[in-house]
């Protein structure tokens, strides 16, 4: 600055002002971005920010505007026509480019229209792994313009068919190897009249059809475009489930206004129709299915489709396909990083990872080892009318409040009581904000263009994620369940998740609806179900303490062949600990925050511990040696 001075014209001295104030402004427009880049060093990318949300936004309400209505299937037909033998989906040996997935999805969507069980519009639930299929048939559900409802393939039993009734679809779609998961729910299905199709040439059971065969002989010729006239902006597209706060898991709603603003998830984050995407993640979730599928649409790039995530085969992958972006979550980028060193760890393509849930120190061990990695960290929920994009690249955080963003979509952080589990309220019944660099939960303000629309089926459930009278009288947020930290940089971190979840392995889990399944057993009275943090490992896994029924006994193995029974891997409770009664707090809440503390240490905890062993298929007692292995790393979960 002091530079800049001595170099401006003295202005008594320069004959003509007009010069002089030009010189003024062109020294501005040049040295003030430097001095604002000192001052504020993320300026700039403030600036590009901004000017990519300006972007999308123009480009989303020209798409709006246009007549037919523009749906992100219409996007596809458009990526299809532009280049219709480029690769789309790669999947094991098989090959697709964008007219093979076009004409796939044709012959899905005739054959399911000749099908009498079947009226286009109607809505179809998905039950079904990554694999090609999983799209055509999705692609071909929004030619007939019917509403996707996409189950999660681990589910079984109580929680198949709750998620099957709440988005009141009439057709069940599943993959061949999910049969048995769907016999075990037949009868259910069978009385209310569902039309159940499976992914094989023949079926022995009465009332499941097989769908292959059919599939195989019908035409690929063109759906009319009437089928699909009845969609408006509002209408349903896709259902995800997450898991409640309570109870079983939800129906988030995506409408198709929300699918089209979704068609900018990679493109926005500077992915284009010559990048690889690596497509690992479950399909099922936000992040496979609108962040992958949806946003690989939108860019016209290919999808290296994976049936899971394997760290073994990650990188080979990668090389194999040219893979230039990939995706990740939190568990993702910690098993790569503890995968073995080899040689060639620097050696491909991927130039950008985008995901979720990155810890600071894995993110630092990750670009070290693997090399010069865009790491694009975001946070978003399904459901949520708040997101962050961490565009600044800097380590550990979900994002940055931008005072546009802000000023678009009104979030702030407020004061949070995490043992009586409710925002702090003042004396006149509003929330408090929580200072810059303090933990607060963060809430979104519900508006036009920050649409909270809720859960199917569900008003219950939709009303609890709402929170009123936050700042002022009468008003509503979406409140996100999450605590959240902004420093002083205006970096924003998470810091944890409130109320009656937890994540692992990538996964929300319910407590309350483990706690269901737990209770439903012989011997269990009472259970109160809490995740607990394990060294070295991302999110909390699941524990229950629990109290046994008068006159019974504890029996391990009935009680692990009950929860395997009855819930995924992720779910079930890895440690059970029993107790003579629940301990309650005074509003009779179940008292979960000491023992979360307590967590599963031997050491402290005087009550009987038992740990989930799949080698014993039991739950045996926890001892001291093994509880010192999992804290040192020797064990993992
Ligand atoms: C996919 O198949 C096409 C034609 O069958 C071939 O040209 C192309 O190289 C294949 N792509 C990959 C990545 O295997
Ligand atoms: C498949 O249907 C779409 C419209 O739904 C149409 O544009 C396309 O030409 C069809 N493909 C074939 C191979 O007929
Ligand atoms: C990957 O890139 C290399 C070099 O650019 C090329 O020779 C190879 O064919 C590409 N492989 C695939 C599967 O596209």
Redesign the pocket.
Same mark, same amino acid.
């Given at each position: 600055w002091i530079h800049i001075k001595q170099s401006l014209p003295d202005p008594l001295c320069v004959p003509f002002p007009h010069m002089y104030l030009i010189s003024v402004f062109l020294a501005s427009i040049l040295i003030i971005p430097f001095g604002l880049k000192t001052l504020f060093p993320y300026v700039w990318m403030d600036i590009l920010y901004f000017g990519d949300l300006l972007r999308i936004l123009v480009k989303f309400v020209s798409r709006r505007r246009r007549r037919p209505s523009f749906f992100v299937l219409d996007r596809f037909l458009e990526q299809t026509a532009a280049h219709p033998?480029k690769?789309f989906i790669?999947f094991e040996n098989e090959? !697709?480019?964008y007219t093979d997935t076009d004409k796939w999805s044709n012959k899905t969507a005739n054959a399911l229209q000749s099908h009498p069980g079947y009226k286009p519009g109607d809505t179809v639930a998905l039950f079904m792994g990554n694999e090609p299929a999983f799209l055509f048939t999705w692609l071909a559900l929004a030619k007939l313009g019917s509403p996707v409802a996409l189950l999660n393939h681990n589910i079984r039993t109580k929680s198949l068919l709750h998620c099957f009734n709440c988005c009141k679809a009439n057709v069940l779609i599943a993959a061949s190897e999910l049969k048995e998961a769907v016999e075990d729910v037949l009868p259910s299905l069978i009385e209310k009249g569902v039309t159940i199709l499976l992914m094989t040439k023949h079926c022995d059971t009465p009332g499941i059809e097989s769908f292959s065969d059919k599939l195989d002989k019908a035409s690929d010729t063109p759906l009319p475009r009437f089928l699909r006239s009845h969609i408006a902006y509002k209408s349903p597209a896709v259902y995800i489930y997450t898991s409640g706060t309570t109870g079983l898991p939800k129906a988030a709603v995506v409408n198709q206004n929300r699918l089209l603003t979704a068609l900018a998830a990679l493109s926005s984050n500077g992915v284009t129709s010559s990048d690889v995407i690596y497509l690992n993640l479950p399909l099922y979730h936000t992040a496979g299915f609108i962040i992958g599928f949806i946003g690989s649409i939108e860019a016209g790039s290919?999808i290296i489709l994976k049936r899971k995530f394997s760290a073994s085969q990650f990188w080979d992958d990668c090389r194999k !396909?040219n893979v230039t972006v990939v995706q990740y979550i939190g568990e993702v980028m910690r098993y790569l990083c503890s995968t073995p060193k080899t040689e060639n760890d620097k050696d491909h393509k991927v130039r950008l990872a985008i995901g979720n849930g990155v810890r600071a120190e894995i993110w630092r061990e990750f670009v070290n080892r693997f090399g010069d990695i865009q790491i694009r960290e975001f946070y978003a929920s399904t459901e949520g009318n708040v997101g962050f994009v961490n565009y600044a690249g800097k380590i550990g955080a979900i994002g940055r409040v931008h005072f546009f963003h802000q000023k678009l979509f009104p979030f702030t952080l407020i004061k949070y009581d995490t043992e009586r589990d409710e925002p702090i309220r003042d004396a006149n019944g509003l929330c408090v904000e929580s200072p810059k660099g303090d933990t607060g939960l963060l809430v979104s303000k519900i508006t036009d263009i920050a649409p909270f629309v809720g859960y199917a089926q569900n008003e219950d459930q939709t009303e609890r994620k709402r929170l009123r009278n936050v700042l002022k009288k009468g008003d509503l947020y979406f409140n996100s369940g999450d605590l959240m930290r902004i420093d002083k940089d205006n970096f924003i971190y998470f810091q944890d998740r409130v109320g009656d979840t937890f994540r692992w392995k990538g996964e929300n889990v319910a407590t309350n609806e483990v706690s269901d399944i737990l209770t439903i057993s012989d011997c269990l009275k009472e259970a109160n179900v809490y995740g607990v943090q394990v060294p070295g490992h991302e999110g909390r896994i699941g524990m229950a303490a629990v109290t046994v029924k008068e006159g019974a006994q504890f029996d391990g193995s009935r009680i692990y062949h009950h929860v395997v029974n009855y819930l995924p891997s992720y779910a079930r409770p890895r440690f059970i600990r029993i107790q003579n009664a629940v301990e309650v707090t005074g509003t009779f809440k179940q008292m979960k925050v000491k023992l979360v503390e307590e967590s599963f240490d031997p050491g402290r905890i005087q009550d009987p511990l038992y740990i989930l062993d799949d080698k014993e298929k039991s739950y045996i007692p926890l001892r001291s040696q093994v509880y010192s292995s999992i804290i040192s790393g020797n064990i993992k979960l």
């Amino acid at each position: 600055w002091i530079h800049i001075k001595q170099s401006l014209p003295d202005p008594l001295c320069v004959p003509f002002p007009h010069m002089y104030l030009i010189s003024v402004f062109l020294a501005s427009i040049l040295i003030i971005p430097f001095g604002l880049k000192t001052l504020f060093p993320y300026v700039w990318m403030d600036i590009l920010y901004f000017g990519d949300l300006l972007r999308i936004l123009v480009k989303f309400v020209s798409r709006r505007r246009r007549r037919p209505s523009f749906f992100v299937l219409d996007r596809f037909l458009e990526q299809t026509a532009a280049h219709p033998d480029k690769p789309f989906i790669l999947f094991e040996n098989e090959n !697709y480019s964008y007219t093979d997935t076009d004409k796939w999805s044709n012959k899905t969507a005739n054959a399911l229209q000749s099908h009498p069980g079947y009226k286009p519009g109607d809505t179809v639930a998905l039950f079904m792994g990554n694999e090609p299929a999983f799209l055509f048939t999705w692609l071909a559900l929004a030619k007939l313009g019917s509403p996707v409802a996409l189950l999660n393939h681990n589910i079984r039993t109580k929680s198949l068919l709750h998620c099957f009734n709440c988005c009141k679809a009439n057709v069940l779609i599943a993959a061949s190897e999910l049969k048995e998961a769907v016999e075990d729910v037949l009868p259910s299905l069978i009385e209310k009249g569902v039309t159940i199709l499976l992914m094989t040439k023949h079926c022995d059971t009465p009332g499941i059809e097989s769908f292959s065969d059919k599939l195989d002989k019908a035409s690929d010729t063109p759906l009319p475009r009437f089928l699909r006239s009845h969609i408006a902006y509002k209408s349903p597209a896709v259902y995800i489930y997450t898991s409640g706060t309570t109870g079983l898991p939800k129906a988030a709603v995506v409408n198709q206004n929300r699918l089209l603003t979704a068609l900018a998830a990679l493109s926005s984050n500077g992915v284009t129709s010559s990048d690889v995407i690596y497509l690992n993640l479950p399909l099922y979730h936000t992040a496979g299915f609108i962040i992958g599928f949806i946003g690989s649409i939108e860019a016209g790039s290919t999808i290296i489709l994976k049936r899971k995530f394997s760290a073994s085969q990650f990188w080979d992958d990668c090389r194999k !396909y040219n893979v230039t972006v990939v995706q990740y979550i939190g568990e993702v980028m910690r098993y790569l990083c503890s995968t073995p060193k080899t040689e060639n760890d620097k050696d491909h393509k991927v130039r950008l990872a985008i995901g979720n849930g990155v810890r600071a120190e894995i993110w630092r061990e990750f670009v070290n080892r693997f090399g010069d990695i865009q790491i694009r960290e975001f946070y978003a929920s399904t459901e949520g009318n708040v997101g962050f994009v961490n565009y600044a690249g800097k380590i550990g955080a979900i994002g940055r409040v931008h005072f546009f963003h802000q000023k678009l979509f009104p979030f702030t952080l407020i004061k949070y009581d995490t043992e009586r589990d409710e925002p702090i309220r003042d004396a006149n019944g509003l929330c408090v904000e929580s200072p810059k660099g303090d933990t607060g939960l963060l809430v979104s303000k519900i508006t036009d263009i920050a649409p909270f629309v809720g859960y199917a089926q569900n008003e219950d459930q939709t009303e609890r994620k709402r929170l009123r009278n936050v700042l002022k009288k009468g008003d509503l947020y979406f409140n996100s369940g999450d605590l959240m930290r902004i420093d002083k940089d205006n970096f924003i971190y998470f810091q944890d998740r409130v109320g009656d979840t937890f994540r692992w392995k990538g996964e929300n889990v319910a407590t309350n609806e483990v706690s269901d399944i737990l209770t439903i057993s012989d011997c269990l009275k009472e259970a109160n179900v809490y995740g607990v943090q394990v060294p070295g490992h991302e999110g909390r896994i699941g524990m229950a303490a629990v109290t046994v029924k008068e006159g019974a006994q504890f029996d391990g193995s009935r009680i692990y062949h009950h929860v395997v029974n009855y819930l995924p891997s992720y779910a079930r409770p890895r440690f059970i600990r029993i107790q003579n009664a629940v301990e309650v707090t005074g509003t009779f809440k179940q008292m979960k925050v000491k023992l979360v503390e307590e967590s599963f240490d031997p050491g402290r905890i005087q009550d009987p511990l038992y740990i989930l062993d799949d080698k014993e298929k039991s739950y045996i007692p926890l001892r001291s040696q093994v509880y010192s292995s999992i804290i040192s790393g020797n064990i993992k979960l």
